[in-house]
């Protein structure tokens, strides 16, 4: 069972035989960008004052900042903030307010996102993904640091972040008896693509 909340263009993949038309590749399937709300907090975050040196900024084993030399020409405050993640609401995870906003950074800062200790999914379907201003959650490219299994990404802007599994395996309960059973579903996550306004 497919999860689609997002655009994508899906192209379903057929043969084509002789010239039957009912063989024939189907038209693409275009769905439309799903908004969201923006999430609320969760607690108190993490911030500090980086100037043109650039710095780190840590969010103890869930998230890391790293500014580079040169990305602010004065001093900013910098910060991470759990928030709410409306981007899967049953995932358990948070997602994370990076600040300031609305500033453009004249070097890109990297975002690492750090593999927990409790978390068990597959990191290779991993993807970093922010919320656009228009409410739209769209992916960005994403690194699988091998050593770490911690993934990242680069950006010259920031908003409100998280990162997903694309591809995840949910079940309906927790725990089950004998002679019980238990229902799987397998769910594929697709979001709205980047566009000119958007790195």
């Known amino acids: 069972m497919k999860y689609l909340p997002y655009l994508l263009v899906f192209f379903a993949l057929s043969c084509t035989k002789d ?14 960008p799903v908004k ?14 980086l100037g043109l040196s650039g710095g780190v900024l840590e969010l103890g084993d869930e998230l890391v900042l790293e500014v580079p030399a ?8 910098f910060g991470i ?15 994370y307010r990076l600040r300031p906003e609305g500033v453009t950074f004249k070097k890109p800062v990297k975002i690492t ?9 597959n990191p290779q379907t991993r993807m970093i ?4 201003q228009d409410g739209v959650w769209r992916g960005v490219p994403t690194a699988l640091e091998n050593a770490t299994t911690h ?4 950006t010259t802007h920031f908003s409100d972040w998280l990162w997903l599994d694309q591809v995840t395996l949910r079940k309906d309960k927790e725990t089950v008896g004998s002679g019980g059973e238990v229902k799987l579903k397998v769910l594929e996550q697709f979001l709205a693509a980047l566009d000119g306004n958007h790195d």
Do not use: C, M, W
Request: proline residues 7%.
């Open 19 to 32: 010239n039957d038309p009912s063989l024939e590749d189907p038209d693409p399937v275009t769905y439309a």
């Open 36 to 49: 969201r709300e923006k999430g609320t907090s969760l607690g108190v975050g993490v911030s500090k004052t």
């Open 70 to 77: 040169g990305a602010v020409d004065e001093p900013v405050l």
């Open 81 to 95: 903030e759990p928030i709410t993640n409306t981007h899967d609401t049953a995932s358990g995870r948070s997602a």
């Open 113 to 121: 996102f750090k593999r927990g200790a409790f978390d068990t999914s």
């Open 129 to 132: 993904a922010f919320q656009g």
């Open 151 to 154: 993934v990242s990404t680069s």
